[in-house]
């Protein structure tokens, strides 16, 4: 144990191109340096990617939802207990999120991704988010760790379904807006919800909840990027929810850099090469040297 902590504290040390700085630094000028050798990139994101895009976060303001916490609601209990109610829930972020446009966070990435692929480099976002916005800001790289808001699965025949449709059942129109305190309305019977295309039975969101295991396939293909990046940009993300949240440490720990966007002034973990404080629309396209116009 002491062997291995002794090994990392020597991987860190040779890889970090600042070994006075005790604390991740903010130089653009020396991040551009690295990147621009960088042959394998992961991007981490979180909610914190899509704020800017009118959509809100989970933790701290905005993480409400009329008076529960979202992420009381994205649990498979609440399902179970109320799936009117969660349905609700999760009707007002689908018809968020397909209203939603990319921000300039997301733009820089894909622009990125692009630069990378004609310099034969590899890139790869790896998202927590379920909005579907990297993929409409052009990004192809894409493991989406918690699911889609555009997918349902069936709680009796495990049928994934493609569903855009807005609202996706008629009990659902006119439901789910936060500002409006109709849970006085009558709760919607369970043969009114959403149904699998296949055998009628109820689905459910395509997400993965608290206590839920992550497609396996997604899940290997990110511990394998994360093991074997040399670059990792960590934006957006509380890094409380695993198993997201050690995917950076980890490549820390391998001695590799990592470059935090985030809005919080103080660094995740002090073993972070870079912390870059701001809003990532305007902090992300500035480290990554990307003209948006
Ligand atoms: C900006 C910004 C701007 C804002 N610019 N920055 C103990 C140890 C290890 C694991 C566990 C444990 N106890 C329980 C677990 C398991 C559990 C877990 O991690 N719990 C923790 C809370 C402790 N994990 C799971 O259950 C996962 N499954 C799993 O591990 O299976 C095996 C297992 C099961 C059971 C026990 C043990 C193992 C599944 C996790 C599923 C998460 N699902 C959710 C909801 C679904 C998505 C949806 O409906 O949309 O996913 S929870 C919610 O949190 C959502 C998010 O993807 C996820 C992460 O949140 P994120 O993205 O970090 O958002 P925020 O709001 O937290 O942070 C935003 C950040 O942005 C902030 O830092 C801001 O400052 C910043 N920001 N504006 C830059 N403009
Ligand atoms: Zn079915």
């Not at 005790?22 to 990147?35: A, G, L, M, T």
């Not at 009329?66 to 609700?88: G, I, S």
């Not at 997400?207 to 290997?220: H, K, R, S, T, Y």
């Not at 409380?240 to 103080?266: Q, T």
Request: charged share 25%; glycine share 8%; net charge neutral.
């Amino acid at each position: 144990m002491i062997l291995q902590k002794f090994v990392h504290v020597i991987t860190r040390k040779i890889a970090n191109p600042f070994p006075m700085s005790k604390r991740p630094i903010s130089d653009y000028n020396e991040f551009q340096k690295i990147i621009g050798q960088a042959q394998n990139i992961v991007a981490l994101t979180g909610a914190g990617v899509s704020a800017e895009s009118g959509i809100p976060v989970f933790r701290g303001a905005g993480g409400l939802w009329r008076t529960h916490r979202a992420t009381d609601l994205a649990t498979p209990t609440a399902f179970k207990a109320n799936p009117a109610l969660v349905w609700e829930f999760y009707h007002y972020r689908r018809e968020v999120a397909f209203s939603c446009q990319p921000n300039n966070a997301h733009k820089a990435l894909a622009k990125y991704e692009k630069l990378c692929k004609e310099q034969g480099r590899q890139f790869w976002v790896i998202t927590q988010n379920v909005d579907g916005l990297h993929k409409r800001a052009g990004s192809e790289n894409i493991l989406e760790l918690h699911g889609c808001l555009e997918k349902v699965i069936c709680t009796k025949c495990r049928h994934i379904d493609v569903n855009r449709e807005s609202p996706i059942c008629e009990a659902l129109r006119g439901r789910g807006d936060p500002a409006k305190a109709d849970e006085t309305l009558p709760i919607i019977p369970l043969n009114e919800l959403p149904k699998c295309s296949k055998c009628k039975g109820l689905v459910r969101p395509y997400i993965v909840w608290f206590g839920e295991n992550l497609d396996p396939d997604v899940l290997d293909k990110s511990r394998d990027l994360v093991e074997t990046c040399d670059l990792c940009l960590v934006i957006g993300t509380s890094s409380v929810v695993y198993p997201a949240a050690m995917f950076a440490p980890m490549v820390a720990e391998r001695g590799k850099p990592v470059a935090e966007f985030n809005l919080n002034e103080d660094p995740f973990d002090d073993g972070f090469c870079f912390h870059f404080s701001g809003p990532c629309g305007t902090t992300l396209p500035k480290a990554l040297g990307v003209d948006l116009q």
